[in-house]
């Protein structure tokens, strides 16, 4: 299963390295989002209050959704997708493969986007370094768990485009809230870590489940 | 239709028609007066909203992994019942809000949170709609991912509004309104139990006539 | 590693919604032998190779390979089956040599580096391992499909339309490379509406049309004036 995992993992990086067409693409497009939101809402050069920490998480999400397209668009040419499911190995085991190149991806993007926030919006996001990717990590990974299995689930369905947001947003409200608040109260003045503590334990326990709920419902949504 | 459907409608609408009544002669809230009774007709659509969508969750985990149409008609069904009674809540809550407290929208926990699953039941509608062959499961994943997610969006949303202090706090479930609270409970549970058992039905004839059409291709 | 002999669809049937895609087949197929699915576009070809993949369930009757049915013989079943899709399968960016060494580790076979060599010289291709199939034409590209979905030497063999976009030398090395299949005691079925190459190839021929078996011949010959004269009929 790990090895099933790892193989498609590496596989993924080895044609993503080859073009790196999705890293590049979403990297510039996570960056034209933070600065149209800049633009949207910084006055007389000051972002609104926590206006950082959601700027940096709507950018994420948004990115992700792109890079979750493309990556699964790329599984739907020559139906490769169903020549993994015919692979003897547990099928779950495509599921993990993917998501960890996705969460590859998404952090790679975060890599820039922190810096470029905190330069943008003169935000001291590096101040808790420990903390802060303790909350970037958990709620990608909840954000990449619901979304890979979305992905996956409409590969073969159609108007997959719009229905994807459509499916993930709603059920990733909770990633969202709970990634800019701690963002958010990692920027304050006095920080609170009693608060960071609670949305990181929070997101934690949400990735818990939606990963076991997908890596239940993987094989069922993915077979006729 | 089964044999009490038409009774139990009749007995439907008159429990309707008399609740009005019995709504008028309940004891005036303190602070709210009048206004306070639109919560007669808010608070069972909300406990029939919450009850529609465990239901959805509850068909879609077992079409999910048993494989049963009838389990996958009544998940349709349900989240359709879902998005209307939501609807509901979703609009005489801010009517009330409106009315009580000045504002149409106060970031109340019970109410975004519902909102958020308004939104999934949504969504279940447009999967089945517009996903084409196959979207009976993708939905059903959906209805299940979102019944996991109701305590998370709960905790999430109201942590979150903590740090928006509201100026008013939405009361408690006033138990002592009685009568005609239970009354309205009562219309509002026998309208869902009739308004499912139609739509399920709706599509059991659809499956029928697809199973005429398999036959007939012999 | 589950083996059988004997490949048998017992009255499968599959419909889509009110749509019959495949009605009521049964035949049987022993190991050293090809059988044919002959019949025009839309006559339930691709479901029922599907169906034989273990990658859709049948609505009724039962697909047994050997005494067992997929369900039954669960994920392993899948290590003897190889399928050669219209869409070929492969990663377009990735070179012949790593989609094939890929596969092969992907389905537990021993040395895949060696066992990918061993495929690209089989296909003729041992000098273009290194190039990505994006720049193979169709031929190539088929070829390396084929050898991707026999990497790992399975029992049986599904192969989709694959004689389409190969020119006169790649088809008649497809033919040899399936009787040369057959001697190993392969069970083959091959779906496609090119009656010309799949002449004296077939032990078995299925005609279908409309989801529905017309006629099962063995070891049929004349596949085009048969195939006329069964599609000619009224049903």
Sequence with gaps: MIRTAWLILRKDLTVEVRSLEIAYTTLFFAISCVLFFAFALVKEGKAPEDGAAGILWIAIAFAGTLALGRTFERERQSETLRALLMAPSDRPAIYVGKLLGIIALLVGAELVLVPLVAFLFQAPLLGHPFWLAAILLSGTLGFASVGTLFSAMLVRARSRDVLLPVLLYPI?????????????????????????????????????VFLTLA?????PLMTD | MPKWFTPAAIVCALMFAVSPFLIANAPYEATMGLVQKIFYYHLPSAWVFLLSAIICGIASARFLFGGSPRQDRLAHAAA?????????????????????????????????????????????????????????????????????????VYISVNYWRTIHPATSVVPTLPVDMGVALWFAVACFLLLFVLLLRMRVRLEEQRAKLDALYLSLDE | MIDFTELT??????????????????????????????????????????????LLRPSEGHIRYGSHTSKQAGASLRSAIGILGHDLFLYPELTARENLVFFAALYGVAD???????????????????????????????????????????????????????????AGALVARLR?????????????????????????????????????????DALRSTYRSIMGRAT
Excluded: C
């Design chain 3, 180 to 220: 040369g299949l057959r001697g190993d005691g392969t069970i083959v079925v091959l779906a496609t509406h090119d009656l010309d190459l799949a002449e004296g190839l077939l032990d078995h021929a299925m005609f279908l049309r409309e989801g529905r078996a017309v006629e099962n011949v063995a070891r049929p």
């Design chain 3, 9 to 54: 669809a017992e009255g499968v049937s599959r419909h889509f919604g009110r749509r019959r895609a495949i009605s009521r087949i049964s035949f049987q197929a022993h190991s050293g032998s090809i059988l044919g699915l002959l019949g025009p576009n839309g006559a339930g070809k691709s479901t029922m190779l599907a169906m034989l993949a273990t």
């Design chain 3, 112 to 170: 895949s580096h060696a066992a990918a060599d061993a495929a690209l010289t089989r296909a003729g291709l041992g000098d273009r391992g290194g190039d990505p199939v994006s720049s193979f034409s169709r031929g190539m590209r088929q070829r390396v499909a084929l050898e991707r979905a026999l990497i790992h030497r399975p029992r049986l063999v599904l192969l989709d339309e694959p004689f389409t976009g190969l020119d006169d030398a790649s």
């Design chain 2, 80 to 152: 359709e019942l879902t998005v209307l009674f939501g609807a509901i809540v979703l609009v005489t809550g801010p009517l009330w809000a409106r009315k009580a407290w000045g504002v149409w929208w106060q970031w109340d926990v019970r109410l975004t949170s519902s909102f958020m699953g308004w939104m999934v039941a949504w969504a279940y509608l447009l999967v089945r709609k517009y996903g084409g062959p196959g979207s009976d499961k993708l939905a059903a994943g959906l209805a299940l991912f979102g019944m996991a997610n109701v305590p998370f």
């Design chain 1, 172 to 208: 990733t409200v909770p990633v969202i809230i709970a990634g800019v608040r701690a963002t958010a109260a990692l920027l304050q003045p006095d920080v609170e870590l009693a608060i960071v503590r609670f949305w990181v334990m929070l997101l934690l326990a949400l990735d818990v």
């Design chain 1, 215 to 219: 890596l239940w419902t993987f094989e």
